[in-house]
């Protein structure tokens, strides 16, 4: 199954700053996808990231808050912009394996803005 | 909102024993899936049931399914402290294109 390589494995940033959170993939993979999970919470999808396109936003979530990068099929990142404590999550990047193999996640980004 | 709802939000049992989490969802799905999450780090794909499947094996694992009912089980055997993890549902649904929503999840406590 595909590995990725997910950083920063945490950080604590001050408010009103922003966060670039990259995820590499060890094999070519059309779709990336990001979730956030808020503490003792589920997982919910932020955006769909295609190589060469603009990724596409689920309710709730804006490109200007979240701009997501595709430069090519391994690579992507996310940054989270003018953070505020609400941000405080932690951030994942997934791919879909092959047909029944389901997803696999990076290791998590934990956020914390003081 | 959440596609899936899973109960019981939280699990204690004795190592040895059974553990079964439930999991409803909402509109038709493709496939329905079962992750574990160990302390608020990246999950790892356990099983897919597809949704003409009703029942599923893998090791001390097994998932059912009943699309009629719009619910899911997961069923580990013999659990162990190892165990101990979060356990999330997530089912494939199309919206121009698949994504998938995650359940509310199961926290799981094995004592040993």
């Known amino acids: 199954s595909a590995v990725i390589s997910q950083k920063p494995s945490r950080d604590i940033c001050q408010r009103g700053t922003s966060l670039t959170i990259q995820c590499q993939v060890d094999s070519q993979v059309t779709m990336m996808f990001w979730y956030r999970q808020q503490p003792g919470q589920s997982l919910t999808l932020i955006a769909t990231?295609?190589?060469?396109?603009?990724?596409?936003?689920e309710s709730g979530f804006v490109i200007d808050k979240f701009p997501i990068s595709r430069p090519n099929l391994t690579f992507s990142t996310l940054t989270v912009s003018n953070m505020s404590p609400e941000d405080s999550s932690i951030y994942l990047c997934s791919v879909e394996e092959s047909r029944g193999r389901g997803y696999t996640f990076g290791s998590g980004t934990r956020l914390t803005v003081v | 909102s959440q596609q899936g709802e899973e109960d019981p939000q939280a699990l204690s049992i004795q190592e040895g024993e059974n553990a079964t989490m439930n999991c409803s969802y909402k509109?038709?799905?493709?496939?329905l899936q079962w992750y574990r999450q160990n302390s608020g780090r990246g999950l790892v794909h356990l099983i897919l049931?597809?949704?003409?499947?009703r029942e599923k094996h893998s090791g001390r694992l097994r998932v059912t399914l009943d699309t009629s009912k719009k619910s899911s089980s997961l069923l580990i055997t013999a659990s162990r402290a190892a165990d101990t993890a979060s356990y999330f549902c997530a089912t494939a649904v199309y919206s121009g294109t698949y994504k998938y929503i995650f359940g509310t999840g199961t926290r799981l406590k094995v004592l040993a």
């Open positions: 990231a295609n190589q060469g396109s603009e990724a596409t936003y």
């Open positions: 049931i597809r949704s003409n499947e």
């Open positions: 509109t038709s799905i493709n496939n």
